[in-house]
């Protein structure tokens, strides 16, 4: 009995012995090699394959990763497979013969990785013709956002028989590809003739447009591949056909607000009674409308048209009455700052906007000031430094550069040299607001422009392509009072001379006007002017 309990033990370490030698040793260079091709079957650019079976075999073993997503086989089979791995070899089983005479690339993209790190087969590809000879016409180019003219990773690259009766909104294309993180597209091995071409950013990886969530780019005529098929630029776009929705509406005593499910660029309103037109204006969030009374107006029916960014138009008749307690915005007070400034207050330049409860005249030549420990430290002049806009309900006013130990001014509003339309006197309360510390000032920034165009608008952009400010056509520019941070330099070319930037069509029959963008970012420091920009377009 102790010689079998020996035997048995000697055993055991003997094996544990044994699988400590199979390890990998720990540590040593991490596995960085993407696996590589070694052969297939068929084989790259083969004529005359009949098979229902596709083999990869790589010089590592290898596993699928989400290879039905990433696999893009063209052209577009409707021809379910398997994906059978052993070890180092990928097979792809389909349930029917491919198409006769035909020319098939396979396009594995990320589809594969190596077993150890999950490093991913690089620009694995694969072209076959099941005929006697393979389709040699090509096109190949860049897809780039319209508006920041930045390259669409992984855009996909759709063709379109023009002579089929497919869709890009209900099917999947004839050719695709995808293009790469620059941009850049190429597909090959396709059928000379006539398509319909786009370029998708597909966000539900369903291959076709079903979704205005989702960018799109297209050519307005077929265009004729062929072996000798020019580079094609193609620009996506975001196409928005929906109108605004009216949510809600708010009645009280000094404004009547009509909210909306998205952003409003313009509205007009009417009373159906008089054909007067009726004083309003965009909340600072842009989703909803405020109507003012006034002596022409004090209440009854009215239509409300409400334009989004898109240009798409929403129409409501509405009853407005001026009733109940003062709105929430003001919230019962005669004054209020409506665009606050940063956590470290504001800049010298930035924009401030006092919103009064009720619209207002300005009488005195300086209805503002600004106190620092209760002494005057600036005067705000009318008209040339304080503005009100056209419902008389706003004053608008850039910080002037102060003294550098100054931390927080009070705004004082004058009630003589500041009017109602309506009523008796205003008290206003004092305003407090913080001045950022290090505030050293703005700059600015001036070029010219070489172009044969006539009509276009330049748009200053913030750092996240936002509109700052616009300037109409002209040889030379000037942006003047900018914020210290980086911009970009926008054209939207009139290209018809219509009196505005046509955007894409819903019915891809007419492309958008041209977009120009400076080619780099501007930095602008304070106290610092940018020079001699050149925009050539």
């Known amino acids: 009995m102790k010689l079998v309990k020996a035997l048995i033990a000697a055993g055991i370490v003997t094996g544990m012995a044994a699988c400590a030698t199979q390890s990998p040793p720990d540590g040593g260079p991490r596995d960085q090699t993407p696996p590589k ?167 539900n990886n369903n291959s076709f447009y079903d979704s205005e969530e989702e960018r799109i780019a297209y050519l307005a005529k077929p265009i004729r591949i062929t072996p000798a098929t020019d580079t094609v630029k193609l620009q996506t776009v975001r196409i928005d056909t929906k109108k605004p929705i009216l949510l809600t509406r708010g009645k009280f005593i000094d404004r009547f607000v009509a909210s909306y499910n998205e952003g409003i660029q313009g509205f007009t ?55 109940g307690k003062p709105s929430s915005r003001v919230k019962g007070a005669a004054v209020k700052v409506i665009n606050t400034g940063k956590s470290g207050g504001y800049k010298v330049g930035e924009e401030v906007v006092v919103e009064l409860q009720k619209p207002i005249r300005i009488t005195g030549a300086a209805p503002l000031k600004l106190l620092a420990d209760s002494v005057v430290v600036q005067e705000i002049k009318y008209p040339e430094e304080v503005s009100l806009d056209r419902t008389n309900t706003e004053l608008r006013f850039n910080m002037p550069k102060l003294s550098s130990n100054i931390r927080q001014v009070t705004v004082v509003l004058d009630s003589i040299a500041i009017q109602p339309l309506q009523g008796g006197p205003i008290t206003f309360p004092q305003l407090q607001l913080g001045i950022m510390e290090g505030n050293k000032g703005t700059g600015s920034l001036s070029g010219t422009t070489t172009t044969d165009y006539t009509a276009y608008t330049l ?30 330099i926008r054209v939207l070319i009139d290209e018809n001379k219509n009196g505005k930037w046509d955007k894409a069509d819903p019915k891809f029959e007419r492309v958008p006007e041209p977009v120009y963008i400076h080619p780099n970012s501007i930095e602008v420091r304070a106290n610092w002017e940018v020079e001699n920009l050149e925009l050539k377009f």
Request: net charge negative.
């Open 269 to 323: 309103a009417m009373s159906v009674a008089g054909k007067d037109t009726l004083l309003g204006k965009p909340t600072v969030d842009g989703k909803s409308v405020e109507l003012f009374k006034t002596e022409r107006f004090n209440g009854g029916k009215a239509i409300l048209a409400a334009v989004d960014s898109a240009g798409n138009i929403a129409t409501d008749t509405l009853e407005i009455a001026f009733e």
């Open 459 to 488: 748009q200053l952009l913030n750092s996240e392509y936002k509109v700052v400010e616009e300037r109409s056509a002209g040889k030379t520019f000037r942006f003047r009072n900018i914020a210290p941070g980086n911009y970009y």
């Open 37 to 203: 091709l070694v052969s297939s079957n068929p084989k790259d650019q083969q004529l005359n394959v009949d098979t229902r079976t596709i083999t990869l075999e790589f010089d590592e073993e290898v596993q699928q990763n989400t290879l039905n997503k990433q696999l893009l086989i063209t052209p577009n089979i409707n021809n379910p497979y398997k994906v059978l791995t052993d070890k180092n070899v990928m097979t792809l089983e389909f349930e029917k013969p491919l198409e006769d005479s035909t020319t098939y690339t396979f396009n594995f993209r990320e589809g594969i990785t190596d077993i150890t790190e999950k490093n991913k087969a690089q620009g694995l590809r694969l072209s076959f013709s099941t005929g006697s000879y393979i389709d040699s016409s090509s096109v190949r180019g860049t897809v780039v956002n319209l508006m920041k003219q930045t390259p669409e990773k992984g855009a996909l690259v759709l063709l379109y028989q023009a002579e089929d009766t497919l869709s890009v909104r209900k099917n999947r294309p004839y050719y695709l590809t995808s293009a790469d993180d620059q941009g850049n597209y190429s597909l090959e091995n396709v059928k000379e003739g006539n398509y319909l071409m786009y370029a998708l950013v597909d966000k």
